[in-house]
Structures are given as structure tokens and as C-alpha cells.
């Protein structure tokens, strides 16, 4: 019996537009190691992502990575967690069905006594249809930018989209999470 650990490279390729939601009281709960490898999941994850605990612990997070998720907004969590500070934004996640669900994420660094970074927690909650509504074409957008100019393009993108409407990454998210549209 092998003892590897489901990666994303596992994860279903039998993408199928089925939406799964979470309930107005349910949070997901997970904590990584500082390389990104499940180390924590509550049951709400177990069963929305459709994999037992013990298959997620030890995996890699991308395990449940949605194709539809633009490169940038990984980018921008990661900068953000090893740099001590908070992520809050809209993820589409992928079931283990090939079927997603949106969360609103909240990711932080977890710190021992010393401030070095030992882990990292997220806690997400279901996102209002309207932010879904807003948050899902301009993810289309900077995913087509990334398959034809990278990042780079993307975060051009998304800092003329900011520009024009006149907000920043963090106050688009909150507007957003308090059903606000753009
Ligand atoms: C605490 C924590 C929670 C995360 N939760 C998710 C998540 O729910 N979905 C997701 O796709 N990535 C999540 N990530 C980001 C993944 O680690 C990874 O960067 C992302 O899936 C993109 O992977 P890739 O660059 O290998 O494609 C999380 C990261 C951390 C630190």
C-alpha cells in the first residue's frame, strides 16, 4: 500500500458545472503547514471538498483547486500570509465530483511566541449570490489574461479594473461580502 498523498494531480480532471452551497451557518475550517499541506479540516471541509480527512491530511491545499480560479488571486493570498497579514476573498473550490462550491475565505499566518510563522488558518463562510455574481466574470477575464499573458497580464487587469472603479483589492472584497454590488 502506498502511503502518497493526493496532490492536485489527483484531483478529478471531470470538471461538471454542479454548484454545492454551503448553509448560512456552516464554516470551513483548515489549517496548513508553511509549505501548504493539510494539517487540520473540520467535518464541514471533509464534506463539501467529498474527500475523508484522512485523505486530506498530508495533501497538498491545491488538491481542491478549481480551474476557473485565476492564478493572481493565489499570488495574492500567499503574499499576503507569509507576510503576516490577512486574506479575505472569494474562492471556487473543487469537489471531489468535479463539481465546485464559493466560499468567502479569511487566511491567516499563525505565530509562535517569537513571530515566526508555524501555520497557517482559514475559515470561510458562504459569499452572498450577488459578490458570486460580480467576483465570477472578472475571474473569467484574468484567467483568459493568464492563458495568454501570464500574470503579469492579469495583475494589469485587475489594477486598471481597481483603478477604474475606484477601490482597492480589500474594499472591493468587503463591499462585496456585504452584498454591495461593484
Ligand atoms: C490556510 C490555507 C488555506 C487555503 N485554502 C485554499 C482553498 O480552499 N482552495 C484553494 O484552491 N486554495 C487554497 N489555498 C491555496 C493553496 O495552497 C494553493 O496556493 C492554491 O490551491 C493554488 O495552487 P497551485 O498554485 O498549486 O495551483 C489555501 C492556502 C492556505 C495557506
Known amino acids: 500500500m502506498s502511503n502518497k498523498k493526493l496532490s492536485k494531480s489527483d484531483a478529478t480532471k471531470n470538471i461538471i458545472n454542479k454548484e454545492a452551497k ?4 456552516d464554516f ?3 489549517k496548513t503547514d508553511t509549505k501548504g499541506s493539510i494539517i487540520y479540516c473540520n467535518e464541514v471541509f471533509t464534506k463539501m471538498a467529498g474527500y475523508p480527512a484522512s485523505d486530506l491530511i498530508g495533501a ?3 488538491l481542491i483547486r478549481h ?3 485565476p492564478k493572481l488571486a493565489f499570488k495574492v493570498l500567499w503574499d499576503l500570509v507569509k507576510d503576516k497579514k490577512e486574506f479575505f476573498g472569494f474562492v ?3 469537489m471531489r465530483n468535479g463539481g465546485y462550491y464559493w466560499v468567502f475565505a479569511y487566511i491567516t499566518a499563525d505565530l509562535d511566541a517569537n513571530g515566526n510563522i508555524i501555520s497557517y488558518t482559514s475559515v470561510r463562510r458562504k459569499p452572498p449570490q450577488s459578490a458570486i455574481d460580480a467576483i465570477e466574470p472578472i475571474y473569467k477575464l484574468l484567467v483568459d489574461a493568464e492563458k495568454s499573458g501570464g500574470m503579469d497580464a492579469s495583475a494589469k487587469l485587475l ?3 481597481l483603478k477604474e472603479n475606484k477601490t482597492t483589492y480589500e474594499e ?3 463591499n462585496l461580502q456585504k452584498g454591495a454590488n461593484i
Do not use: A, E, G
Request: proline share 5%; hydrophobic share 40%.
Open 67 to 69: 480551474p476557473d480560479m
Open 92 to 94: 471556487k473550490n473543487l
Open 172 to 174: 472591493l472584497v468587503i
Open 22 to 25: 454551503l448553509s448560512d451557518t
Open 159 to 161: 489594477t486598471n479594473f
Open 60 to 62: 497538498n491545499h491545491n
Open 28 to 30: 470551513i475550517v483548515s
